[in-house]
């Protein structure tokens, strides 16, 4: 294993490190227990704080800043953060509103934050996302995985939290955007988490992961290597039976088309990705009215990558196209 590493041990602290003095005009880095917030706390609104294992940058600290987090939460690699570090947290973002957390239906990750909510002197609820269409239940969570669409729901909240809604109205479009919102990902090489020091899963250079997870978790099958369009054809074909089977009806609707890299796959692979799975989500009547390409929720070193789709209404674009301000997504209205 070749990697820029010290000592594992010091990895997470360094980097975190590095990210705060890099974007030291946005965000704060508080330590024992680590965590991060927006660089000038907001006021009179509802905070919105999300978390998980490192390993998915810029998923969540990137994500820290106006329209989106109010703080995150960073664990170990692909370990849950801790309950006093959610604590602190919510504490220190408190603005008088309560507090949203945005979790990943992850086992250890919905325990801790609940824990962290049961301690809390004021108000707090969660919005629980579960985007990934590829298993129903793994030895990680308790029904859908939560994956890249996460992002998506942490943008439009986040949006909504800048207008000072309460926190139920939140809470509600939260969830709203989730049930909205389909992901199915790929991997063509396993991730090597650094204390482990070599890859998760073993895969042959003539194989492929279909429905794996952010965490290096198997999917639905292991398949022989085929081209770009017909890979790109199985994860729409998931995508479109999962909108179906929940009764959602996709056909003639807008929709934000978001192709992620798992961070060692080139924007080149990517793009194409995205011009194959565009033209077949049109040929099912859906019309792509926002776009994003690129690496939004990564695992660590993982060749691959993941469509998701996140049916718009007037308010969920909206809130999409809202101005935002962070280290890894901004734009202005």
């Keep these: 294993m070749k990697k820029f590493i010290n000592h594992v041990d010091d990895l997470l602290v360094e980097s975190l490190s590095g990210f705060a ?4 005009d946005l965000v704060q880095l508080h330590l024992e227990p680590h965590y991060l917030t927006r660089k000038h706390k907001a006021l009179d609104k509802v905070a919105i704080i999300s978390g998980g294992g490192s390993g998915h940058e810029p998923l969540h600290s990137g994500y820290i800043g106006y329209g ?20 602190a ?16 239906n992850y086992s250890g990750d919905v325990m801790n934050f609940e824990m962290a909510a049961e301690m809390l002197p004021f108000e707090s609820a969660t919005v629980l ?18 994956v890249a669409g996460t992002m998506i729901v942490e943008k439009c909240v986040g949006s909504l939290a800048e207008t000072g809604a309460n926190l139920q109205a939140c809470k509600t479009f939260g969830d709203k955007v989730n049930s909205n919102i389909a992901s199915m990902g790929v991997a063509l090489t396993s991730c090597t988490v650094p204390a482990a020091g070599r890859p998760t899963f073993d ?26 369009d017909a890979i790109v054809k199985d994860l729409v074909a ?47 009547g859906i019309t792509v009215a926002r776009s994003l390409v690129g690496n939004y929720t990564t695992a660590l070193d993982m060749a ?28 202005k209205i």
Excluded at 78 to 87: E, I, K
Excluded at 206 to 226: S, Y
């Design 129 to 146: 996302t579960s985007d990934d269409v590829a298993v129903n239940n793994s030895t990680y969570t308790t029904g859908r995985r939560g």
């Design 304 to 331: 691959g990558a993941s469509i998701t789709l996140c049916l718009l209404d007037e308010e969920i674009k909206q809130h999409w196209d809202n101005a935002v301000h962070t280290p890894a997504l901004r734009w």
């Design 89 to 104: 947290a919510a504490e220190y973002v408190h603005a008088g509103k309560g507090v949203l957390f945005i979790v990943k």
């Design 203 to 228: 895969i042959d250079h003539t194989e492929l992961e279909m429905g794996v997870g952010i965490h290096g978790e198997p999917g639905r099958r292991r398949e022989a290597m085929r081209e770009a």
């Design 21 to 24: 003095a890099a974007h030291s």
């Design 68 to 87: 989106m987090l109010d703080a995150a939460c960073p664990g170990h690699v692909f370990t849950s953060p801790t309950p006093d570090q959610m604590l």
């Design 238 to 284: 998931a995508i479109m039976e999962d909108f179906n089977m929940r009764g959602l009806h996709a056909e003639g609707s807008e929709a934000l088309l978001l192709v992620n890299g798992f961070a060692g796959t080139p924007l080149m692979e990517l793009y194409l990705i995205y011009n194959t799975a565009a033209k077949l989500f049109a040929k099912h």
